[in-house]
């Protein structure tokens, strides 16, 4: 028997729930797990046969708790799909300010820059309390990794976009 636990954010609790249970049945479903949720303390255990299994119900949840809707999370329980989290506060530092000035610019006006990123690198993105959370296949992961960390870093928004579009064409001949 396989298990694992992970704190979920009290307010992404109902999420993974779901109305009437039905998320978590759905996860429950697809891994073929159980997964017991602490409303009091936003500890969610989960526990199968599959220790392969259990990781994918707990990448799922995780994805949720980092503020994807629960169908983005579920694309999760596909072998080539994976999630990655970055955590601002390792680039930026503790202050609330530059944190929330760095998320700022991943996600642009209305959202656009999230949207962009999305767009060009076919993935996901949720931009949630401290981390950037991206979802997608493992190349699509690196290239939108690459511009949200040229982004939190400082770097302007195009020369980000053009560094991905020349690594991605193979016209890049150094490192960026």
Do not use: W
């Amino acid at each position: 028997m396989a298990s694992t636990c992970l704190l979920v954010p009290e307010e992404r609790i109902g999420v993974i729930i779901g109305p009437k249970g039905k998320t978590k049945k759905r996860i429950e479903a697809l891994t073929k797990t159980n997964i017991v949720v602490d409303s009091e303390n936003g500890e969610v255990s989960i526990t199968g046969d599959d220790a392969f299994q259990v990781m994918v119900a707990e990448k799922i949840c995780k994805a949720i708790a980092r503020g994807f809707a629960p169908e983005k999370a579920f694309m999760l329980s596909k072998d080539y799909y994976e999630l990655r989290v970055l955590d601002v506060r390792e680039l930026v530092g503790k202050s609330q300010k530059a944190i929330h000035t760095k998320k700022s610019r991943v996600i642009g006006t209305e959202g656009s820059i999230r949207k962009r990123i999305e767009e060009s690198c076919n993935c996901y993105l949720s931009v949630y309390g401290d981390t950037v959370s991206i979802i997608g296949t493992q190349d699509d992961l690196d290239f939108a990794e690459a511009i949200v960390l040229d982004i939190l870093s400082g770097a302007e928004i195009e020369t980000a976009f053009r560094h991905h579009s020349l690594r991605k064409s193979g016209k890049a001949d150094f490192d960026f």
